[in-house]
């Protein structure tokens, strides 16, 4: 997590080194665009919408998010009743995030955690090709949006964590537990241009 950043080789006594410290990390951050990436909310399967709890939850995260310069959800109801129940309007349903074909699920069947995900795309295969794709398409969002402001993407399981590992290859996600529930995700940080770094998203109900 950036905000427990501590840098090496300085006394851990030293608070006025570390308030100043916290200080650079907030303003970098601050000046970093944004990418929010999160899963929809309830809905009653095999339905495709929303239920009432769903439509509660996802006016209650949307109380404690934003603003967003764009908002983006895959083509199926539920995620882009998840972006106007949280008070967004929606520009664009995108049917790269709907679905990611059979070959994905046979690699990755859902539900994995983060980690999981990650080692399945480091050898190649559908699931990798997938994470590329919506790294890129991730990318072009980002390309949009003018510093320091911030985007939101709603898609499915699955489709959020080979998202999130696709924009950052290499990283370690042994601490960012299991696969998302309903409104969990992501939010990835955004340097010229490249993801540098992410947290993840989860809810207490």
């Known amino acids: 997590m950036v905000g427990r950043f501590v840098a090496a080789n300085k006394p851990p006594g030293n608070h006025a080194y570390r308030s100043v410290l916290n200080d650079c990390i907030v303003l970098e951050i601050s000046t970093m ?12 399967q095999p339905g495709d919408h929303l239920n009432q709890s769903g439509v509660t939850l996802a006016r209650l995260v949307g109380q404690n998010i934003g603003p967003f310069d764009r ?100 990283n370690d996600f042994s601490s960012w537990g299991g696969s998302v529930e309903y409104c969990e995700g992501a939010r990835l940080y955004w340097d010229t241009d490249r993801f540098i770094k992410g947290e993840s998203i989860r809810i207490s109900i």
């Open 33 to 44: 665009k944004t990418l929010e990436i999160r899963r929809h909310s309830i809905r009653s």
């Open 71 to 170: 908002v983006v959800t895959s083509t199926l109801p539920r995620a882009f009743e998840t972006a106007i129940a949280m008070g967004f309007a929606v520009d664009e349903q995108v049917e790269l995030m709907s679905t990611y074909g059979r070959d994905v699920e046979k690699e990755s069947p859902w539900p994995l955690s983060f980690a999981e995900y990650a080692e399945i795309t480091r050898r190649g295969g559908a699931a990798a090709k997938y994470a590329r794709k919506l790294a890129k398409y991730y990318a072009g969002i980002m390309n949009h949006i003018s510093e320091s402001r911030s985007a939101l993407a709603i898609n499915h399981g699955g489709v959020v964590e080979l998202g999130v590992v696709g924009c950052l290859p290499g």
